[in-house]
């Protein structure tokens, strides 16, 4: 079991819990390590040496003071402060132990090529990406040299555009930590990018994969415009193929060994117009994504390396912008000036703002329209500025592509000649949907089908949608949509962020801490979604994730299996001071918005109910017209004895459908080889959900259900609403598509 105080791990030691201990990028490495997946092996430096090192070069308070006076939307002050903190961190000494460990580590690793690659705490995460905040180095050679790059990767924390992205997002700069893993390189001939989902119309049934020759750097950087395949994702037949021009490729310079050996080199004439990946690699990429998104059960971005006849993965993240699925949206009637790819939909008009260097972003005002070569992570604040953004390089997964649909803005890459077509302040219309610019600014014809999708979550049912959360900062925008509330308010985003064990603060005396950061993220859900109820399950932390947060070793034991271990009401009723620091801020949002509730997961027995119940009556939570108590039905006990669970006295229950399937068929919902086999329309499931709603509704108690088998499964929704379920709660992308398969359920069994 992975030690929390360690400053090297290897990554089979991590798992995707592991962020606050690795970052997203490390746990991720370590959790596809762990599932097989064909990962080049490597360690991390773990969050706790980067800790260290601020701590023993004594440069905290340094940092913060030239972080104090800083105006983010001031681009000058913001690059010369940044400029000066990533100085400080290169000049400072790294402590002399870790530095022997990184060297020793490197050498077990086998020496040799290596890639440095950035992992912070707050990114890779659902819903929140931004993509390049930190560094990555490649073909890294040599002890000395490894050490040399981790300590840019740290400095890297605070890129400007980093500091710009925790200050708008309302991230501590210090309670982001910083991990470095170091991967052998693979001298791969060919790379590429996969989307499990179509990242722009997000459709599921597709498998986009991206492909270019050398190392993948030059994809993701947008300085190469790649081959795009599409493949079906039911059949792996490949629907369509898109070849680009490529005259370099990123390679390695084997004459250089002491320093970063990246070289872009020229490609024969006789290849660059050369299809990248043969059919049958299209098609073998494509399995492995999906055998990946069956482990994540959730879309993946995925970066790939292909060495010889070899594929290795280098890289997951889950898709962070997944929206409704679209209907195909028309073409304008006009003709287009420029055609690329379409990399983020949606119909967009104003002048343009052509920017060669990040130097010049602050000359993009709202509603202008972007045109660059490429954009890095520099431009991000002048990319949400922009109304719309056209680049000549790159592809769907660039960093102008991927930023762009997590905006929300219309956007076209890879037109080979915006920059030099286009003129300053000429009035354009950029149509992301379809990959084409237009002159003037010109509009889309509604159709019917148009027509129908947008008013998809107008639709009024009886039975209410709810929608799932966890972060803060999408809370406004989420609740200006047609949903009903929140269904799962989820604890585990905020108290990473917090990143203490709750425990250990009230052991060191930050116990008010700790109930202020927890209550300034649940009033931020219950003030934005107000008066629609903001359903919160109360921490359900198993031991393995609580023991990454820091104190967490102390008070977590190791266990073999925490799926099935100590968590839910069992902790509620055993911690009960660590418990009151939560029902503290509860009680603290209820003095403003009393449309906060609570939901306790995981609870294995009617007695464990009882004593919850209690425990939250006597700190003042007790049930009334406007406080309700829900409890997660997960465990097969709760289905078996569920008139005792309700005759203790609460007012809804909700379906927790991932750990009730695999409950109830012995499955661990995260293995891959039996991804087939675990699903919630399983006849033993599906008698274990119809008891439990119709229980519910004779005893006058409100039934809700987690997951996404109503938007995914027509007939399984059509089910849950013949039993009487009163809501369901599903993620934001399909908040509009699960409200008119609702409405089609209720109209049929009304005929």
Same mark, same amino acid.
């Given at each position: ?101 990184? *060297? ?129 994702? *039911? ?66 971005? !995925?970066?790939?390396? *292909? ?24 073409? !304008? ?78 956007? $076209? ?22 990959? &084409? ?89 219950? &003030? ?5 109820? $903001? ?14 947060? !820091? ?5 977590? $034991? ?54 919850? &119940? ?20 997960? $465990?097969?006990?709760?289905?078996? !004895? ?110």
């Amino acid at each position: 079991m992975l030690k929390n105080n360690k400053t090297i791990v290897w990554f089979e030691e991590v798992t995707k819990d592991s962020i606050p201990f690795v970052g997203g990028k490390g746990a991720n490495l370590g959790e596809m390590t762990r599932a097989n997946i064909p990962v080049p092996p490597g360690f991390i430096v773990t969050v706790n040496a980067y800790n260290d090192f601020l701590k023993k070069a004594n440069i905290t308070d340094k940092i913060r003071t030239l972080l104090e006076p800083l105006d983010p939307n001031d681009i000058k002050q913001l690059q010369k402060i940044a400029s000066d903190i990533k100085d400080i961190i290169i000049k400072s000494a790294i402590p002399s132990v870790l530095a022997s460990d990184i *060297k020793r580590a490197y050498k077990e690793l086998g020496r040799g090529l290596v890639a440095v690659r950035s992992s912070a705490t707050a990114e890779d995460l659902p819903e929140a990406s931004f993509a390049g905040q930190q560094s990555t180095y490649l073909n890294v050679q040599g002890g000395e040299n490894v050490v040399c790059f981790v300590q840019k990767c740290w400095a890297s924390l605070f890129e400007p555009r980093a500091i710009y992205y925790r200050i708008q997002h309302g991230f501590d700069h210090f309670k982001v930590g910083i991990a470095v893993p170091i991967q052998k390189m693979i001298p791969s001939h060919t790379s590429g990018v996969m989307f499990t989902v179509e990242p722009v119309t997000s459709d599921t049934e597709k498998i986009i994969i991206e492909a270019i020759f050398g190392l993948g750097e030059g994809l993701v950087s947008g300085e190469i415009t790649p081959d795009l395949y599409v493949v079906d994702k *039911k059949d792996y037949s490949i629907i369509s193929k898109r070849i680009s021009q490529q005259k370099h490729q990123l390679g390695i310079n084997t004459d250089i060994e002491t320093q970063e050996i990246n070289t872009w080199q020229p490609i024969e004439a006789s290849m660059q117009k050369n299809q990248k990946i043969e059919d049958d690699v299209i098609i073998r990429i494509a399995q492995l994504g999906k055998s990946i998104e069956d482990h994540y059960q959730f879309p993946q971005d !995925i970066e790939w390396a *292909k060495e010889g006849n070899n594929i290795f993965i280098v890289q997951t993240r889950p898709v962070t912008t997944i929206k409704e699925s679209a209907e195909e949206e028309p073409e !304008i009637k006009a003709p287009a000036i420029l055609m690329g790819v379409s990399a983020s939909p949606g119909l967009a008009s104003g002048p343009v703002k052509i920017i060669h260097n990040a130097s010049e972003i602050a000359r993009v005002l709202d509603g202008d329209i972007l045109v660059a070569d490429m954009t890095t992570p520099d431009f991000v604040p002048a990319m949400k500025r922009a109304a719309a953004i056209v680049t000549d390089r790159g592809g769907r997964t660039a960093h102008a592509a991927i930023v762009s649909r997590e905006l929300g803005i219309p956007c $076209v890459v890879g037109t080979d000649k915006a920059t030099k077509k286009l003129l300053d302040n000429k009035i354009i219309t950029v149509d992301g949907s379809h990959g &084409k610019v237009y002159n003037g600014k010109v509009t889309r014809r509604i159709t019917t089908t148009m027509m129908t999708n947008i008013l998809k979550e107008s639709i009024a049912t009886k039975t209410k949608v709810y929608v799932n959360l966890a972060q803060p900062e999408l809370a406004d925008r989420i609740a200006a949509r047609n949903v009903d509330g929140v269904g799962l308010l989820r604890a585990e985003f905020i108290v990473a962020q917090i990143g203490q064990h709750p425990s250990y603060m009230l052991k060191e005396g930050k116990a008010d801490e700790f109930i202020e950061k927890l209550y300034n993220g649940l009033y931020t859900f219950a &003030k934005a979604f107000s008066p629609r109820p $903001v359903v919160y399950r109360t921490t359900d932390f198993k031991t393995n994730e609580y023991r990454d947060l !820091i104190g967490g070793q102390e008070f977590e $034991v190791i266990e073999e299996n925490p799926m099935l271990g100590y968590r839910g009401a069992s902790r509620y009723i055993t911690d009960i001071d660590t418990f009151k620091l939560e029902i503290e801020a509860i009680k603290k949002v209820r003095k403003k918005y009393l449309n906060l509730w609570v939901m306790i997961p995981f609870v294995r027995t009617v007695d464990e109910l009882k004593q919850t &119940k209690h425990i939250l009556e006597s700190e003042g939570l007790r049930r009334s017209n406007d406080f309700k108590l829900w409890m997660m039905v997960e $465990v097969p006990s709760n289905v078996f !004895i569920i008139e005792k669970f309700l005759s203790v006295g609460i007012d809804g229950i909700s379906i927790g459908s991932n750990d009730l399937t695999q409950l109830t068929l012995g499955i661990d919902r995260d293995s891959s080889k039996l991804a087939k086999t675990f699903d919630e329309r399983n006849e033993a499931v599906m008698t274990a959900l119809e008891r439990v709603i119709t229980v519910s509704k004779s005893m006058g108690v409100t039934s809700s259900i987690c997951g996404q088998a109503p938007s995914d499964y027509p007939d399984f929704a059509e089910k849950l609403v013949s039993w009487g379920i009163t809501s369901v709660s599903v993620n934001p992308d399909v908040i509009g598509s699960v409200r008119a398969t609702i409405a089609k359920a209720e109209a049929k069994l009304k005929t």
